[in-house]
Structure formats: structure tokens, C-alpha cells
């Protein structure tokens, strides 16, 4: 993710697209830079080229032995990850994982402790916050993806920073609820940010 392919419109929609556009004549292809109607360009033409070319290599090299090692590995490192956090994080779905599962904040509650807390604690412990809040249909919820490319002493690591950020939901809120705390910028106003965009083409 996120998710990438091409962009269908109806006909009526084309002249509407944003440019530069790639247009199909006799003698082959030309790039349309201007037109009347477009909404005009988007802040990167290529978008994310760049990263579906670096997937397709990946694949390319794995080949389809590589590619099927390296799914059960995402499925062992996840479960075995799950597995390591049950104790302090139950999952919200039992039984078995793919290659992520989610757990909830929601019992962290009391202690006025929410998933997005969790996710910005983690970063004093030098990890990634993992996805917040989706997916939309559990409440306050972490959904946590295990790469097939870590080893065990990294899922340890992250599993160790877990428990102690579990520690100190029941002893030390506070901490949690004001993380990160090793960043020259603790937490954003998006109430603000959202309110008050400041978008352009730079």
C-alpha cells in the first residue's frame, strides 16, 4: 500500500483530467501539457513510479520461490509477534494471523490513554508507530505489520518496547500521553492543521 493503477473516467470526464496527459495519435504517443479545462496539474507527474518500480525489481528478483518464502516468513514474524504481545495487548480478531493483526487501546481508556498515544511512545523507543485507527470498524486500534525482512531480535526489541509502554499506562500515564518526548517536535495541532491548509504546487 497505498494502493496504485491507473485512473478511469467516463469520456465526458477526459477534458477535466489533470495535465500533463498522455494521448494516443497515428504516429504514436504525445504529451498534452495544456488544456482548457484541466484542473490542472498534480503536485508530482510521475506519482509514485518510483516505488512501483522498486516492487516490480523486488519481485523480479525473488522470483516465485523467493516470493512464497518470503510469505510465510511475514506470516511466522506476525504471529510470532502476536503471540509475544497477547499477554499485555490481547488481538481483536483470535486465532491465527496473516501477515498483520490489530489490537485495541480501548481498555487503556481509564488511564485517558488512546491507540494514537501508543503509536507516538513507540518513537521514544525508536520504532515506527504502526498503522492507527484502521482498520475504521474497531475502535482506537493499532494494526501492526511484521516485514519479512526483520529478524527475531528486532521483533523482540519492538515487542519489549510494547510491555514497558503497557507498564506505563498502568504507573505513568502521563508519559504515554505526552510522547514522544525525543523529538524536536512533540505533537501537532491537527485541528489546525486541518482547519488552516496551506496546499500548493511548490
Not at 497505498?2 to 504514436?28: N, Q, R, S, W, Y
Not at 509514485?48 to 510469505?71: E, H, K, M, P, T
Not at 523507543?125 to 525482512?149: K, Q
Request: proline share 7%; net charge neutral; charged share 25%.
Amino acid at each position: 500500500g497505498p494502493g496504485a493503477g491507473p485512473v478511469g473516467v467516463v469520456e465526458k470526464l477526459t477534458p477535466f483530467l489533470p495535465t500533463p496527459v498522455i494521448v494516443h495519435e497515428d504516429l504514436g504517443y504525445r504529451l498534452v501539457t495544456q488544456h482548457p479545462h484541466a484542473i490542472g496539474r498534480l503536485h508530482s507527474f510521475y506519482g509514485n513510479f518510483g516505488i512501483l518500480v522498486r516492487a516490480y525489481a523486488y519481485i523480479r528478483r525473488l522470483g516465485a520461490d523467493g516470493l512464497s518464502a518470503i510469505s510465510r516468513n511475514t506470516i511466522l514474524n506476525a504471529n510470532y509477534l502476536k503471540k509475544q504481545l497477547e499477554g499485555d495487548y490481547p488481538a481483536v480478531y483470535s486465532g491465527r494471523c496473516m501477515h498483520e493483526f490489530v489490537i485495541s487501546a480501548k481498555a487503556f481508556h481509564a488511564q485517558g490513554v488512546h491507540a494514537w498515544d501508543i503509536g507516538k511512545r513507540l518513537m521514544d523507543y525508536g520504532f515506527y508507530p504502526p498503522t492507527i485507527n484502521f482498520p475504521h470498524i474497531v475502535e482506537d486500534c493499532l494494526m501492526i505489520e511484521a516485514p519479512e525482512s526483520e529478524p527475531r531480535e528486532t521483533l523482540d526489541a519492538f515487542a519489549d518496547a510494547m510491555r514497558q509502554i503497557r507498564r506505563e499506562i498502568a504507573k505513568e500515564p502521563e508519559v504515554v500521553k505526552t510522547a514522544p518526548h525525543t523529538r524536536p517536535v512533540s505533537r501537532m495541532d491537527e485541528v489546525k492543521a486541518a482547519k488552516s491548509l496551506n496546499v500548493r504546487y511548490g
